[in-house]
Nanobody
Framework: QVQLVESGGGLVQAGGSLRLSCAASGRTFSSLAMGWFRQAPGKEREFVAAITWSGGNTYYADSVKVRFTISRDNAKNTVYLQMNILKPEDTAVYYC???????????????????WGQGTQVTVAS
């Protein structure tokens, strides 16, 4: 079992920045591929970014490419999402997700992930 705890959400003005963190426990972190998803009110959960176990490969939704950066620190069992140039449409609950590495998978698909955090609210004011 893997436990994921997100932090770093909050209220920010458009154009500002936030860094989300997701701390993992319960399994060797370096054996996990990680992802960030978000869900806005009335909308389905959508892919934001993903990173492989080593950090060697990253993936981004077109809507956040260039503005957001996913990274991980395997020594700290933590994955990060640096969000810059935030827009009101980035407002959502952001979820961290994890899956065991070792097989081919679609990093942007929510069904590929076995473990989820409780989410952290990000609100971008215009």
């Amino acid at each position: 079992q893997v436990q994921l705890v997100e932090s770093g959400g909050g209220l920010v003005q458009a154009g500002g920045s936030l860094r989300l963190s997701c701390a993992a426990s319960g399994r060797t972190f370096s054996s996990l591929a990680m992802g960030w998803f978000r869900q806005a009110p009335g909308k389905e959960r959508e892919f934001v970014a993903a990173i492989t176990w080593s950090g060697g490969n990253t993936y981004y939704a077109d809507s956040v490419k260039v503005r957001f950066t996913i990274s991980r620190d395997n020594a700290k069992n933590t994955v990060y999402l640096q969000m810059n140039i935030l827009k009101p449409e980035d407002t959502a609950v952001y979820y961290c997700a994890a899956r065991p590495s070792g097989s081919v998978y679609f990093p942007e698909a929510a069904y590929e992930y076995d473990y989820w955090g409780q989410g952290t609210q990000v609100t971008v004011a215009s």
